[in-house]
C-alpha cells in the first residue's frame, strides 16, 4: 500500500490550495476515502470524506462551505480543494480510507496558512 499526498504549501489568509492524493497497493474504488489533519498540539481530525462513487460526501463544520472533496476512481485520486483558507486551517493533510486503516498513512503534506 502506498498514499502519497501533495499540494500544500504556504499561502495567506483567503487564498486557495488544491490537495492531492494518490493510492495504491488495494482496490480503491472499493473505499470510501477521507482527509484529515494534524495541528500542532493536537489530535488528528476528519476533515472530509467521500463515497466509493463520490455522491456523498461529509465535511467537518469547521470547512464547510469552503473545502470540497472529489475522488476520480480511474486515477486512484482524490482530491481537496481549500478555498478561503484560515491560519487554523494550518496543518499536516493526510488522506486515508474511512475507517482509517493504520498501514495506509502517508507523509502529509504540510498546509500553512499566514500572512
Known amino acids: 500500500v502506498q498514499v502519497v499526498e501533495s499540494g500544500g504549501g504556504l499561502v495567506q489568509p483567503g487564498e486557495s490550495l488544491r490537495l492531492v492524493c494518490v493510492a495504491s497497493g488495494f482496490t480503491f474504488r472499493s473505499y470510501v476515502m477521507s482527509w484529515y489533519r494534524q495541528a500542532p498540539g493536537k489530535e488528528r481530525e476528519l476533515v472530509a470524506r467521500i463515497s466509493t462513487d463520490g455522491s456523498i460526501k461529509y465535511y467537518v463544520d469547521s470547512v464547510k462551505g469552503r473545502f470540497t472533496i472529489s475522488r476520480d476512481n480511474a486515477k486512484n485520486t482524490v482530491y481537496l480543494q481549500m478555498n478561503s483558507l484560515k491560519p487554523e486551517d494550518t496543518a499536516v493533510y493526510y488522506c486515508?480510507?474511512?475507517?482509517?486503516?493504520?498501514?495506509?498513512w502517508g507523509q502529509g503534506t504540510q498546509v500553512t496558512v499566514s500572512s
Open positions: 486515508n480510507t474511512f475507517p482509517s486503516r493504520s498501514n495506509y
